[in-house]
Every structure is written in C-alpha cells, then in structure tokens.
Nanobody
Framework: VQLVESGGGLVQAGGSLRLSCAASGFTFDDYAIGWFRQAPGKEREGVACISSSNINTYYKDSVKGRFTISRDNAKKAVYLQMNNLQPEDTAVYYC????????????????????WGQGSLVTVSS
C-alpha cells in the first residue's frame, strides 16, 4: 500500500496550491480518502474527506469555501485544491485511506484511517 502526496510548497497569504495524492497497492474504489494536517505542537486534524463513491464530502469549518477535495477513481488519485490560503493553514498535509466509509465522511477523524502517506509541507507566509 502506498500513498504519495505532492504539490506542497511555500505560498503567500491569499494564494493557492493544489495537493495531489497518488494511491497504489489497494482497491482504491473501496476506500474513503481524507486530507489531514498537522502543525508543530498540534494534534493531527481532518481537513477534508471524501467517500469511496465520490458523492459525500466533509470539510473542516475553517476551510469551507476555500478548499475542495476531489478524487479520480480511474487514476487512483485524490486532490485538494486550496484557495485563499492563510498562515494558519501552515502544516504538513497527509492523505489517508480507510474503509469505514460512513464514519470517515461524517467525522473525518484520523483514527479511522488505515493507510497514510508521508506528508507534504505547506507553508503560508503573511
């Protein structure tokens, strides 16, 4: 099982980034996928999650209207479009996969995710 994130980097406040996550080694269509982030000294938090069917999504309140999660099951890929980035969005961003579809897409709680990528650093300067 492998999840590989890309697309992180340094951006000024108000800018945009698009994170990608490439999956392999498991039946991608059967898994809900989430994007999580962890800032230094803080707990890992769910940013956005999407169901295996690509129908249901969850967003953390602070990113609603700014971030969009999407997936392409044919390409086994998940994306996180991040607009109007703010310094408080600075963190290492991880993609993760889990089979508990309903609870993942209703809570986006990292405890229900089984497979994790290595993370991609996003830094937003003020």
């Amino acid at each position: 099982v492998q999840l590989v994130e890309s697309g992180g980097g340094l951006v000024q406040a108000g800018g945009s980034l698009r994170l990608s996550c490439a999956a392999s080694g498991f039946t991608f269509d059967d898994y809900a996928i989430g994007w999580f982030r962890q800032a230094p000294g803080k707990e890992r938090e769910g940013v956005a999650c999407i169901s295996s069917s690509n129908i249901n999504t969850y967003y953390k309140d602070s990113v609603k209207g700014r971030f969009t999660i999407s997936r392409d099951n044919a390409k086994k890929a998940v994306y996180l479009q991040m607009n109007n980035l703010q310094p408080e969005d600075t963190a290492v961003y991880y993609c993760a996969a889990g089979r508990a579809d309903l609870i993942i897409t209703t809570t986006c709680n990292y405890r229900y995710l089984e497979h994790w990528g290595q993370g991609s650093l996003v830094t937003v300067s003020s």
